[in-house]
């Protein structure tokens, strides 16, 4: 106690020093105490000020009458009255919607001031959310009162981002995956999250598997997952149980019968979602129209064709999920769920058309795809006029369009502000629309102003509408416009300050890029376009250039099949330029658009005519870290005293090229190398030299290059520093005998006959490093000796190999773990040495009909040499020691797993 004081006493001596360091003086009362207005606090109130609960406040009235003092405790909890051990339990119901309703006005609306018809519906409906909570009612009402369009109120609907965001931001949720609009697609629950939400929903929660282990189905179940479990295993009776079921969820449950479901629907009626996702169901019973409380069903990627009609009496669905199904045709009863806010109908490719009455879905927020039908009877474009759809649209068969009626006189998507995506689809092999149709309903469909990605495809007009221009659309972010093979001239984008990304695909009549496609109003020239590409353009020949520099922010540029475009204009911010199917022309007006000092990736593939690169055309690089040249049939050569410069290179790749007859440059510069691949350049007789000694060299292949002379035994010690390699040489060409002990780190060695008969074989290596020697000639013994001292060797193929046996050198190779013999012929057996090699795991021999008969188990001469060898693979016949009886080989997967052989 003494410590105590002390404590306490120096806290006060340092209160008082700090109180005399400001100089504060202890301050005068204001007045007598008892002159001050006594207030007091209490919970009475005035018998007006309640509304609704008029049987509840008799009692609570007739409670308070009686003689002595009475306590009323308010509470929500049941737990605070057992503890207070109350005489009298009381507990109120909620509210009715009309009472609730008066409740929120109340706060929501001014006194005497004009009530929106809109605003009340909409007022309405969150009414509705608040379940007859009075203080929600009234806190939402309080946070509209100021608040008078209709935005505001409909944005109090989707607050539900906000809350998430909040969570996701606190880490309730992780690993969140977001689309281009940065809304979240998917995320995961935190461990200690999940484990608390399954604490807390206690017996509520239950989860059943296909052992019918975890946990039991009671009545006092409200969320059921059924997983992997077969329903013959009394799944119904398990289900009945619990006739309160909110939540079922049947995931990878094959197959479901009719009659389950439909005495599942007739059982439990109080259902709330309803998921059968993955699922292999093809119908869905009449008795779905049972569940009359459900709000979200999901039949995603079933095999569901039809939905019944009785779907129409789910007034209360606001989910519904159909992506990926087989569906043919939408119930006509679709335009009676009122509450419908979610439309799923993505990828179903062989739905026809929408069915009439869509315009009735008022609440509907969401709809993917709007199917245009051929049929008068199908759903008109002008029905969604009347919806504010949010997020994407994609409206497909634009072909079938007929403009008739009011869809003639008014725009159709002009009033969708939250319209983020659209996209419109004519049916690409169909001529039956005329250029007309075409144009009029492309002018029908001009979207709000705040769309962010526009994507037309196969359009058969041959001009695009007014409103597709940067005058309008102002907001869009990515453009997409492929294959409107009529169209002559470009729209003007230029001028659209928000777009980054633009791609124009299949304008075959497009001959000039004109001045107006950078834009016709204050702005101009793609202030924050990012990536460009035009691609199978075929009349393409000017780009025509502004006087001031346009594409200040492009970084990647795209051009492909446009072999009569001459040039293209100067970036200087460009990084990466791809060019396809091009003429040489135009790639020799690159060095004319000066130097490009941030150009860090460059492809150039199948370009015409192209029979070498002028000097000092790579120098323009001077950040190149990747090149990239392919396909070029005809190109001889590359200058060789650029390729020596470019010291920022970080890979080269060089493949398809049969003419390409050197690459004999010094790459000793080339410090900041990484992966060198050449591939497929039979004319090819040098390559770099010196290449053996860059450092920062990671990745090195070279195959069917056969005419290479070049190489070295440094070339071959130098590949023990490489962490991954793939290389190919002609014995023929260059006796590599004895070089092989370099390869210290070398995993694979394929030693195969001929050039031309080379194929992938049965115990193709997937991984690892790999060394792939011709032996046109005899050789094969001279070329495995040495191999003993190759200690990281585990995998050998032999493929097309001339001669009579194996070598017995082949059993010095102790590290051995594969051997593969392929068409061999002529291999008559093989040799003991193999005895010793302790460490073989496989073996396969096909296409040797010697060694496959020698090789029979038991009978066979050679059979005692591998009986120790865990898995022997004859042709296609398994012959593993350890399984007595033959069969076909069904352990592929066992072998590519364990081996990473590829046996198929």
């Known amino acids: 106690m003494a410590h105590k004081i002390k404590d306490l006493r120096e806290k006060m001596d340092s209160f008082s020093k700090e109180v005399s360091q400001f100089k504060l003086e202890p301050g005068a009362s204001q007045g007598p105490l008892e002159n001050m207005d006594e207030r007091e606090t209490h919970s009475f109130v005035e018998s007006a000020d309640v509304i609704g609960r008029e049987e509840e406040r008799k009692r609570i ?232 409380h459900l709000r979200y069903l999901d039949l995603s990627s079933s095999l569901i064709e039809l939905l019944p009609e009785s779907i129409g009496y789910l007034l209360n669905l606001q989910v519904l999920k159909l992506p990926n199904t087989k569906i043919k045709k939408l119930p006509e009863s679709l335009r009676k769920l009122q509450s419908l806010r979610h439309l799923d109908i993505r990828r179903c490719i062989l739905l026809t058309d929408m069915p009439v009455g869509v315009a009735r879905l008022t609440h509907l927020q969401t709809l993917t795809d709007f199917v245009v039908g051929k049929k008068k009877t199908s759903c008109g474009l002008g029905e969604l006029k009347e919806l504010d759809l949010s997020g994407e649209l994609f409206i497909r068969h634009l072909e079938n369009f007929k403009p008739e009626g009011t869809e003639v006189e008014h725009t159709i998507l002009s009033n969708k502000e939250y319209l983020v995506s659209l996209r419109l689809t004519w049916h690409h092999h169909t001529n039956s629309t005329s250029n007309n149709d075409s144009e009029r309903a492309l002018d029908l469909l001009r979207p709000h102003k705040n769309l962010k990605r526009l994507q037309l495809h196969s359009y058969n007009g041959l001009k695009f509408p007014p409103w597709l221009s940067d005058s309008l659309l102002t907001s869009l972010v990515e453009v997409k416009l492929t294959y409107c093979t009529k169209c002559e001239h470009l729209p003007s984008f230029g001028g659209i300050a928000s777009l980054k990304d633009l791609q124009i695909i299949g304008m075959h009549e497009v001959r000039q890029i004109s001045v107006e496609f950078y834009g016709t109003g204050l702005v101009k020239g793609f202030p924050s376009l990012e990536k460009l590409a035009f691609f199978d353009m075929p009349k393409l020949e000017e780009w025509s250039v502004l006087e001031v520099m346009p594409f200040s922010q492009l970084m990647m540029l795209t051009i492909g099949k446009c072999p009569a475009l001459r040039s293209i204009p100067w970036v200087q911010s460009l990084q990466k330029l791809d060019l396809s199917h091009c003429s040489s022309s135009l790639l020799a007006s690159l060095p004319n658009t000066s130097n490009l000092p941030v150009l860090s990736s460059l492809l150039m593939d199948n370009i015409q005519g192209l029979t070498f690169l002028p000097d000092g055309f790579l120098l323009c690089f001077s950040s190149l870290r990747k090149l990239i040249v392919s396909s070029c049939m005809q190109l001889e050569h590359l200058p060789l005293i650029d390729m020596q410069q470019l010291v920022t290179l970080q890979s080269l790749e060089i493949f398809d090229c049969p003419q390409l007859n050197s690459l004999a440059f010094n790459a000793v510069q080339l410090t900041c190398l990484r992966n060198l691949n050449i591939r497929n350049c039979r004319s090819l007789e040098s390559l770099p030299q010196n290449w053996t000694g860059i450092t920062s060299l990671q990745s090195i292949s070279i195959a069917d290059c056969r005419n290479v002379t070049s190489w070295t035994e440094m070339d071959i010690e130098g590949l023990s520093s490489v962490s991954d390699f793939s290389l190919e040489i002609c014995n023929n060409k260059r006796n590599v005998s004895g070089w092989l002990r370099h390869l210290t780190n070398l995993q694979t060695l394929t030693i195969h006959g001929a050039h031309d008969n080379r194929h992938p074989q049965p115990g193709k290596l997937i991984t690892g490093n790999s060394f792939t020697i011709c032996c046109c000639g005899d050789g094969l013994g001279s070329l495995l000796q040495g191999l003993s001292s190759a200690s990281s060797l585990e995998h050998l193929k032999l493929e097309y190999i001339s001669g009579i046996a194996l070598p017995d050198s082949i059993g010095e190779i102790q590290s051995l773990q594969y051997l593969s013999i392929h068409n061999c012929a002529e291999f008559a057996s093989l040799p003991n040495s193999l005895r010793g090699l302790t460490r073989l795991e496989g073996l396969w021999i096909q296409g040797c009909p010697l060694l496959e008969r020698r090789c029979q188990r038991n009978i066979g001469e050679d059979w005692s040499i591998i009986s120790h060898v865990r898995i022997v693979e004859i042709g296609y016949r398994n012959l593993t020691p350890d399984e007595p009886e033959r069969r076909e080989s069904r352990s592929c997967d066992l072998v590519c797993n364990c081996c990473q052989f590829r046996t198929r």
């Open 61 to 292: 009235v007739a409670v308070s009458c009686l003689r002595g003092s009475k306590v009323v405790i308010t509470t929500r909890s049941l737990k605070v009255s057992s503890v207070m051990k109350s005489s009298e339990n009381l507990q109120l119901r909620p509210l009715p919607d009309d009472i609730c309703w008066d409740l929120f006005q109340s706060r929501a609306f001014e006194a005497g001031a004009t009530q929106s018809e809109r605003l009340v519906a909409i007022g309405k409906e969150i009414v509705k959310k608040c379940v007859g909570i009075p203080l929600a009612a009234q806190a939402l009402g309080s946070l509209l009162l100021f608040k008078r369009e209709e935005v505001d109120w409909r944005e109090n609907e989707r607050d539900g981002h906000t809350v998430f965001n909040d969570l996701l931001w606190r880490s309730f949720f992780l690993e969140a995956k977001k689309d281009e609009d940065g809304q979240v697609r998917k995320c995961k629950l935190h461990d200690l999250m999940h484990d608390l939400a399954r604490w807390v929903a206690g017996k509520h929660l239950c989860t059943v598997t296909k052992d019918i282990s975890g946990d039991t189905v009671n009545k006092k179940t409200y969320h059921l997952l059924i997983d992997e479990w077969s329903f013959k295993l009394g799944m119904l009776e398990e289900t009945k149980k619990a006739k309160s079921l909110r939540t079922l969820l049947i995931l990878r449950c094959n197959p479901i019968e009719k009659s389950f479901l439909s005495r599942i629907f007739v059982m439990l009626r109080c259902l709330r979602v309803l998921d059968l996702s993955s699922s292999q169901i093809k119908v869905i019973p009449d008795s779905v129209g049972c569940l009359i």
